[in-house]
């Protein structure tokens, strides 16, 4: 599967943000898929996600309240609505897919074959 993701920018603290993963090259409902985050000098760490052939989501704590993860399985798109921004959300978002993540691994970034490319959100105080 590929995966390109778009929607990054600059946002003041308390703005919002809607990133869009695309995904081509295979059933996308087949995949787990995840949303990452990646801020400079820090390790890459788990936003947002869905299991495979299932609509259940999951939420880094840090993020909880603040961002809704959705999908369209017509569209091959995911999506990651960010709300209540605050600085310390700046990052590299990128959106991952695989199909073999067992779900007490969801959250591990290693753990998916597949990335999009990153999308750059900063967000000012």
């Known amino acids: 599967v590929q995966l390109q993701a778009s929607g990054g920018g600059m946002v003041q603290a308390g703005g919002s943000l809607r990133l869009s993963c695309a995904a081509s090259?295979?059933?996308?409902?087949?995949?787990?898929m995840g949303w990452f985050r990646q801020a400079l000098g820090k390790e890459r760490e788990y936003v947002a996600g869905?299991?495979?052939?299932?609509?259940?989501?999951y939420y880094a704590n840090s993020v909880k309240g603040r961002f809704t993860i959705s999908r369209d399985n017509a569209r091959n798109m995911v999506y990651l609505q960010m709300d209540s921004l605050k600085p310390e959300d700046t990052a590299v978002y990128y959106c991952?897919?695989?199909?073999?993540?067992?779900?007490?691994?969801?959250?591990?970034?290693?753990?998916?074959?597949?990335w999009g490319q990153g999308t750059q959100v900063t967000v000012s105080s």
């Open positions: 991952a897919a695989d199909k073999g993540v067992i779900l007490s691994a969801i959250a591990i970034w290693n753990q998916y074959d597949y």
């Open positions: 090259g295979d059933t996308f409902r087949s995949y787990v």
């Open positions: 869905f299991r495979r052939n299932d609509d259940r989501t």
